[in-house]
C-alpha cells in the first residue's frame, strides 16, 4: 500500500523569512511522482510543484522548492520569502501510474506580519 | 485556463434525503474525481471516472454512487444521506494526454452539512 505522512498539523513563519513542511511517503512502485498542493482559505487546490522520481534534479518554482530524498522517502517543500498569501493548507501528494493520487493530511501554514 | 465548477458552495440536507453534488469542467478532461476532506483526514478518493459513462470505486464509495452522462459533466449522488456524510467534497479532473502523473484541477469544494 502506499502512504504519505505529513507529521506537522500546523507550522508558523514570519513574513519574508523561509520555511520548510515535512513529507514522507511509501511505495513500492519503481516510477512515481509526487506533489505539493495549495489550498488557500478560497478552498481550491491549486499545484504548487511537481516532481518526477527518475529526475534526481531537485524541482523549483520561484521561491518553492523541494528537497527530494528518494532513499529517505523524503518530499520537503521550502518556502522562501513566506508571503502572507503563502498562508493556506498544503498537501503532499503521491500517484505512481494509476488514477489514484495518495494525499496527505496537510500542513496548516500560518504567515506572521 | 482550466475551469472546474461545482454547483453549491454549501449545502445544507436532512438525513435520509437524496443528495446532488453537481461539477462541470471545460477543458475537455477525460478524467473526472470526486474526493472528500475532512480534517485531519486529509482528501479520501470516492469514485474517479476516466471516459463518459465509465466510473470506478475509490477508497472510500459506500453510501455514493456517480453519474458521467456527459464528458463534461461529473455528478455524486447521496443516495441516503447520512450525518457522517458531513464533509467537504471536492470534485478534480486530469488529462491524461501527457500521462496519468498530470496534475489535477480542482474546484473550489462544497461544504455539506447533513442534519
Known amino acids: 500500500a502506499q502512504t504519505v505522512t505529513q507529521s506537522q498539523p500546523e507550522m508558523s513563519v514570519q513574513e519574508a523569512e523561509t520555511v520548510t513542511l515535512s513529507c514522507t511517503y511509501d511505495?513500492?512502485?519503481?516510477?512515481?511522482?509526487l506533489f505539493w498542493y495549495k489550498q488557500p482559505p478560497s478552498r481550491q487546490m491549486i499545484l504548487v510543484i511537481r516532481q518526477e522520481a527518475y529526475k534526481q534534479q531537485n524541482a523549483t518554482e520561484n521561491r518553492f522548492s523541494v528537497n527530494f530524498q528518494k532513499a529517505a522517502k523524503s518530499f520537503s517543500l521550502k518556502i522562501s520569502d513566506s508571503q502572507l498569501g503563502d498562508a493556506a493548507m498544503y498537501f503532499c501528494a503521491l500517484t505512481s501510474g494509476t488514477y489514484k493520487y495518495i494525499f496527505g493530511t496537510g500542513t496548516r501554514l500560518k504567515v506572521l506580519a | 485556463d482550466v475551469k472546474v465548477t461545482q454547483s453549491s458552495r454549501y449545502l445544507v440536507k436532512r438525513t435520509g434525503e437524496k443528495v446532488f453534488l453537481e461539477c462541470v469542467q471545460d477543458m475537455d478532461h477525460e478524467n473526472m474525481f470526486w474526493y472528500r476532506q475532512d480534517p485531519g483526514l486529509g482528501l479520501r478518493l470516492i469514485y474517479f471516472s476516466y471516459d463518459v459513462k465509465m466510473k470506478e470505486k475509490g477508497d472510500i464509495p459506500e453510501g455514493y454512487s456517480v453519474s458521467r452522462e456527459k464528458k463534461e459533466r461529473f455528478s455524486l449522488i447521496l443516495e441516503s444521506a447520512s450525518t457522517n456524510q458531513t464533509s467537504m467534497y471536492l470534485c478534480?479532473?486530469?488529462?491524461?494526454?501527457?500521462?496519468?502523473?498530470?496534475?489535477?484541477?480542482f474546484g473550489s469544494g462544497t461544504q455539506l452539512s447533513v442534519l
Open positions: 478534480a479532473s486530469s488529462s491524461p494526454g501527457t500521462g496519468l502523473r498530470e496534475k489535477l484541477f
Open positions: 511505495t513500492s512502485e519503481s516510477d512515481y511522482y
